[in-house]
């Protein structure tokens, strides 16, 4: 019984934490059965405390970057894959420039968005919060900061 309380109340004082967050997941394609994920980029899924708004999510993004000191956007494909709630990005990166990915998930009247640097060797596999009213850091400032 002691250890039945001493759970609860780890999660009681766990819980503001965590309370709502929505993270976007990022994946290997190769890892994904679904052969419509051959050939992407990665693949991204949401993942959080209210999995009951994740189902009508709608994911959407473009890749923004700073070639030879400009800005520049590029439209990247999200397909949705046959596993419910996970999606394949296809983009080429070019060759030149500083890039991220900006993502935004609309779930019911709410947008959040998760911005990921692209660095030479590819992309960072830890989850990423979604940042709901513009809380979240700017596209310009992660891409300053990217290798």
Same mark, same amino acid.
């Given at each position: 019984? $002691? ?26 394609? $190769?890892?994904?059965?679904?052969? #419509? #994920?051959?050939?992407a ?20 993004g ?8 400009k ?54 596999? $830890?989850? $990423? ?19």
């Amino acid at each position: 019984m $002691k250890r039945f309380f001493k759970a609860v109340s780890c999660l009681l004082l766990a819980a503001p934490v965590f309370a709502g967050t929505i993270l976007l997941d990022f994946g290997n394609p $190769k890892a994904a059965s679904d052969p #419509a #994920a051959q050939g992407a980029l990665m693949t991204v899924r949401l993942i959080g405390c209210h999995p009951e708004l994740l189902p009508g999510a709608m994911i959407s993004g473009t890749a923004e970057g700073l070639v030879n000191g400009k800005r520049v956007s590029a439209p990247v494909r999200i397909i949705s894959l046959a596993t419910a709630g996970l999606y394949a990005v296809q983009w080429e990166r070019p060759a030149e420039g500083k890039w991220v990915l900006a993502f935004q998930a609309r779930l019911g009247d709410s947008t959040g968005t998760a911005i990921e640097p692209l660095g030479t060797n590819g992309f960072d596999r $830890k989850p $990423k919060p979604l940042n709901f009213g513009g809380r979240g850091e700017s596209v310009d400032a992660v891409l300053r900061a990217a290798r």
